[in-house]
């Protein structure tokens, strides 16, 4: 069955470091992946998305995300971080396959950043 | 931008009573999926709807029941609700099913006392 497994329950970073949040994913076929980040009590904001082509693709808020087929990957990064982007971060893989394309969440990273 | 509309955007219910949750989503969009988030979890998908009919169905109790309505707005209906409903609604809309991507509204957040 398809799933997605975001090993970091918790990151803690300090602002202006580097981030990568690790996603990986269980699938049988070219996935469509994606990221979305929640704040506290917030909905779902899609930060960027991958369907095709070059494996590297940018977001907003300066995140990108690289795709790697032979680790089954989907790592999120961003080069320096901001208090802003504290918040929880889901990564996701449309499910297909009789279905119509429900979205299958990993657990989630809540990330931390210190002053 | 539009975005998806929920409401009512927080609700508190009693034990066994009924919810209706409301979602209209992003013009021109004609799927519609609804999930629920229980504290701390990650969403899970409860069903989805393209042009009016249902699409795909997931984790959702008997006690629920859904449609989508011809000008594309859905309405999720809970009945005899229990404690462990107590979740956050969220509704996400794409342009077509399958590829397209999904953009989630604000979310429902549901209390039952």
């Known amino acids: 069955a398809q799933s997605v497994t975001q090993p970091d329950i918790h990151i803690t970073v300090s602002e202006g470091a580097s981030l990568e949040l690790r996603c990986n994913y269980s699938?049988?076929?070219?996935?469509?992946l994606f990221w979305y980040v929640q704040s506290p009590g917030q909905g779902l904001q899609l930060l960027l998305k991958?369907?095709?082509?070059?494996?590297l693709v940018q977001g907003i808020k300066g995140f990108e995300a690289e795709f790697k087929r032979s680790q089954s990957s989907f790592n999120l990064r961003k080069p320096s971080v901001h208090w802003s982007d504290a918040a929880e971060y889901f990564c996701?893989?449309?499910?297909?396959?009789?279905?119509?394309?429900?979205?299958?969440f990993g657990k989630g990273t809540k990330l931390s950043v210190k002053p | 931008a539009a975005g998806v509309i929920q409401s009512p955007r927080h609700l508190i219910k009693e034990k066994r009573e009924t919810a209706t949750l409301k979602c209209y989503p992003i013009?021109?969009?004609?799927?519609v999926y609804w999930y629920q988030q229980g504290p701390g979890q990650d969403p899970q998908f409860l069903i989805s709807?393209?042009?009016?009919?249902?699409?795909d169905k997931g984790s959702i109790p008997d006690r629920f029941s859904a449609q989508q309505f011809s000008d594309y707005h859905s309405e999720l209906n809970m009945s005899s609700l229990e404690l462990g409903d107590s979740a956050l609604y969220f509704c996400a809309s794409s342009s077509t099913t399958g590829l397209e991507t999904q953009y989630f509204g604000p979310g429902t957040r549901l209390l039952v006392l």
């Open positions: 991958y369907f095709s082509g070059d494996t």
């Open positions: 996701a893989v449309v499910m297909y396959g009789g279905s119509q394309g429900n979205l299958i």
């Open positions: 013009p021109r969009h004609d799927t």
């Open positions: 709807f393209y042009e009016k009919m249902q699409s």
């Open positions: 699938y049988g076929a070219t996935p469509y």
